[in-house]
């Protein structure tokens, strides 16, 4: 979790505090009911906000953006299904060598990173762990990006880690 993280979690639970206490402070004045009119509008954003922030907690698929180096773990992809209008998704289990923990990221389906994500994982069946290529982008602008702007993401084998075969 960044810092930013946790004290945005810290103010979701203090500054309710806070204003409950101003209530009780503001209470033996005539006027305190203006006090009590906002801190009933302002406390469900505070709790909506803590729900949003517990989400990109560890454990739930986050959807910020990947981070530069990884080792890939697994992934399950889930194609679209136009029956249903379901867009599909992608899930990948990453760690990073920032944190001790693996974490989830959930990815909108592309097919050509169905297609790498299979490349990967046989690769990973192998016993070969495979970590993100940074190469040369395809497109000529040179921003990592394909031509949809979506990111570009490749997998290689890490170096110098070889498992055994899983078969």
């Known amino acids: 979790m960044s810092a930013i993280q946790t004290i945005a979690i810290t103010l979701v639970y203090l500054v309710p505090v806070a204003l409950l206490a101003l209530l009780l402070i503001a209470q033996h004045r005539r006027h305190a009911h203006w006090l009590l009119t906002s801190l009933l509008l302002i406390l469900p954003v505070f709790y909506v906000s803590h729900y949003l922030l517990l989400q990109q907690l560890r454990g739930w698929p986050s959807t910020a953006a990947l981070p530069q180096q990884f080792r890939l773990l697994a992934f399950d992809i889930s194609e679209p299904d136009p029956n249903t209008d379901r867009p599909g998704q992608i899930l990948l289990w990453i760690h990073n060598s920032d944190s001790d923990q693996p974490r989830v990221y959930r990815l909108n389906y592309r097919k050509d990173l169905h297609q790498e994500l299979v490349g990967a994982g046989q690769r990973l069946a192998e016993g070969r762990p495979q970590v993100r290529f940074h190469g ?8 990592g990006a394909d031509t949809d702007g979506q990111e570009i993401i490749r997998f290689r084998d890490e170096a110098g880690r070889s498992l055994p075969s899983k078969n």
Do not use: D, E, I
């Open 136 to 143: 040369r982008p395809s497109n000529p602008a040179g921003t």
